[in-house]
T-cell receptor
Framework: AQTVTQSQPEMSVQEAETVTLSCTYDTSESDYYLFWYKQPPSRQMILVIRQEAYKQQNATENRFSVNFQKAAKSFSLKISDSQLGDAAMYFCAYRLPTGNQFYFGTGTSLTVIP | DTGVSQDPRHKITKRGQNVTFRCDPISEHNRLYWYRQTLGQGPEFLTYFQNEAQLEKSRLLSDRFSAERPKGSFSTLEIQRTEQGDSAMYLC???????????????FGAGSRLTVL
């Protein structure tokens, strides 16, 4: 079974600083997709960044980047120059290429301190 | 296109009543998913449709739960004889059903929050 673990229930960061959110996953597959989703308070979940497991290069989207360590089954999210609008729950998710289910972690609540 | 729409946003009901949630996906998306999210947890898969066919159901989906997607457009999720344990946020998401592609990402609606008294 695929499982996704986010070991940090809560994190905080000073505005303009950098924060890293951790995610590990368990799979026996070699090809899969990984995602980070953001869920602001009382708002819908939106995609932040995605990574294909067959790509060695870490994905980057503006201030968001990932550190994908396939052997360690680790997929952390780095947020640079944190902004107040980054405050949200962040969910790590996993999907097989042929799969229809997305498996989510339990989330990390990020607080941005002005 | 305004994204994925869900209705109602909030529903308070008494135990034993039936409730129905509606989801309107992004029009060009052929896949539609229902997830349930409880406080402090990530979304848990309930079921998904490809066009009008319900192709997969989670063990979480008891006999009291039924989902439909007539004509492959909007979907409804009905919960019969609600129980307090059904209280949760019910999330709908849609996607392009493109396998072997990173383009198959979920676009979520804002959710329908159910409170069972």
């Amino acid at each position: 079974a695929q499982t996704v673990t986010q070991s940090q229930p809560e994190m905080s960061v000073q505005e303009a600083e950098t924060v890293t959110l951790s995610c590990t996953y368990d799979t026996s597959e070699s090809d899969y997709y990984l995602f980070w989703y953001k869920q602001p308070p009382s708002r819908q979940m939106i995609l932040v960044i995605r990574q294909e497991a067959y790509k060695q290069q870490n994905a980057t989207e503006n201030r968001f980047s990932v550190n994908f360590q396939k052997a360690a089954k680790s997929f952390s999210l780095k947020i640079s120059d944190s902004q107040l609008g980054d405050a949200a729950m962040y969910f790590c998710a996993y999907r097989l290429p042929t799969g229809n289910q997305f498996y989510f972690g339990t989330g990390t609540s990020l607080t941005v301190i002005p | 296109d305004t994204g994925v729409s869900q209705d109602p946003r909030h529903k308070i009901t008494k135990r034993g009543q039936n409730v129905t949630f509606r989801c309107d996906p992004i029009s060009e998306h052929n896949r539609l998913y229902w997830y349930r999210q409880t406080l402090g947890q990530g979304p848990e898969f309930l079921t998904y449709f490809q066009n009008e066919a319900q192709l997969e159901k989670s063990r979480l989906l008891s006999d009291r739960f039924s989902a439909e997607r007539p004509k492959g457009s909007f979907s409804t999720l009905e919960i019969q004889r609600t129980e307090q344990g059904d209280s949760a946020m019910y999330l709908c998401a849609s996607s392009l059903g493109v396998q072997h592609s990173g383009a198959n990402v979920l676009t979520f609606g804002a959710g329908s929050r159910l409170t069972v008294l």
